[in-house]
């Protein structure tokens, strides 16, 4: 089956950016999807097609993927985003999360 | 404004069963299909099922295919996920999400949760 790994965690100060890997065999043949969880709330999807920024997700949040990595970048991170990322893709009528990755912004 | 809203979670003995419900509103999901992802407390997310706009198409994560049936009501526009034969790992929140579906699978809005609990 197909698997999606993130690292468990990762800390950024505020201001600055904070890179978020997913990685998975020829991830870059497919489109990633990034969702955002705060503690007690449900998950919010904040892109779409690797790079997509639905209405009221703020500018800062950008997206790649290629070869086997997707990446979300938080750029001028702020204290409140630090959350859970997931990041998910569809492979032969399944959908994959990774495990997670808590960004803690310090 | 779009809102999808569980409920029919609650506490279940081992091997007993169980059906949610998600009643969407705010749009009409007669093009998007409709999805159950659960979320043991303190750990990660994991896809359940999907199914299509008329209900013809059903997919399942592997290891619970067989106990667990997800169907939908286009008139009432809500989605049901009946579990059965549950088990103490089956213990989570379930969120029911819209899936536009388009190019890709993913979740572009999501209910508030509903969680089950099975223990005797």
């Known amino acids: 089956s197909y698997e999606l790994t993130q690292p468990p965690s990762l800390s950024v100060s505020p201001g600055q950016t904070a890179s978020i890997p997913c990685s998975g065999d020829?991830?870059?043949?497919?489109?990633v999807s990034w969702y955002q969880q705060r503690p007690g709330q449900s998950p919010v999807l904040v892109l779409s097609?690797?790079?997509k920024r639905p209405s009221g997700i703020p500018e800062r949040f950008s997206g790649s993927n290629s070869g086997n990595t997707a990446t979300l970048t938080i750029s001028g991170t702020q204290p409140m985003d630090e959350a859970d990322y997931y990041c998910?893709?569809?492979?032969?009528?399944?959908?994959?999360f990774g495990g997670g990755t808590k960004v803690t912004v310090l | 404004e779009v809102q999808l809203v569980e409920s029919g979670g609650g506490l279940v003995q081992p091997g007993g069963s169980l059906r949610l419900s998600c009643a969407a509103s705010?749009?009409?999901?007669?093009?998007?299909?409709l999805s159950w992802v659960r979320q043991i407390p303190g750990k990660g997310l994991e896809w359940v099922a999907s199914?299509?706009?008329?209900?013809?198409?059903?997919d399942y994560v592997a290891s619970l295919k067989g106990r667990f049936i997800i169907s939908r009501d286009n008139a009432k526009n809500s989605v049901y996920l009946q579990m059965n034969g549950l088990r103490a790992e089956d213990t989570a929140v379930y969120y029911c999400?819209?899936?536009?579906?388009?190019?890709?699978?993913?979740?572009?809005?999501w209910g508030q949760g509903t969680l089950v609990t099975v223990s005797s």
């Open positions: 999400a819209r899936d536009p579906h388009t190019p890709t699978s993913y979740f572009d809005s």
């Open positions: 705010g749009f009409t999901c007669t093009n998007c299909w």
């Open positions: 199914i299509d706009p008329d209900g013809s198409e059903k």
């Open positions: 020829r991830l870059g043949d497919k489109y």
């Open positions: 097609e690797d790079n």
């Open positions: 998910q893709a569809w492979d032969n009528s399944i959908v994959v």
